[in-house]
């Protein structure tokens, strides 16, 4: 995810994500393709222009009849079952790329091993933030990158 200096991952529901930095998005599409599969939300799906190239996105939505897109599957419910059908088409890993609402189900089902956000040198003040819960989850280091002058890559392993 990529999150401003005050924590915020945009300033509304409908804001489009194009004030990250190309190099935020260079490195959400290398690592979104080495894992084949993006999971998102209906409302972050929704804010794109079209469907990801070369990647599969899993779409949790409310509505089960959206209409079939080339390398989109909608799904509802639970996480877990989405998780493990997944492993079952072959992919050995997934990025969670939002909003705040899949990722607060995907922490509370302890389904998140790792956290890898882009912090951008922007403030939003008032805006989403990584999560929409109340959450107090221990977490570890493991990588700093530096993307540009200003944006920085943080990878963190979430202790349950």
């Not at 492993?87 to 997934?94: I, L, T, V």
Request: overall charge neutral.
């Amino acid at each position: 995810m990529a999150i401003t200096v005050d924590g915020k991952i945009a300033k509304n529901e409908k804001h489009f994500p194009d004030w990250t930095s190309s190099e935020d998005k260079k490195y959400f599409y290398r690592m979104s393709k080495e894992c084949g599969v993006v999971i998102m939300g209906e409302k972050t799906f929704d804010t794109f222009s079209k469907p990801l190239k070369e990647r599969l996105s899993v779409v949790f939505t409310i509505n089960p009849d959206r209409p079939l897109q080339q390398n989109v599957k909608w799904v509802t419910g639970e996480p877990k079952p989405v998780v493990e059908e997944i492993e079952k088409m072959g992919f050995k890993s997934a990025i969670l790329g939002g909003g705040a609402g899949i990722n607060t189900l995907f922490l509370k089902n302890k389904l998140i091993d790792e956290i890898i956000l882009t912090m951008e040198p922007k403030i939003f003040g008032a805006g989403l933030s990584l999560f929409n819960e109340d959450f107090e989850v221990n977490l570890e280091l493991l990588n700093m990158e530096k993307l540009n002058g200003n944006s920085i890559a943080l990878r963190y392993k979430v202790n349950y």
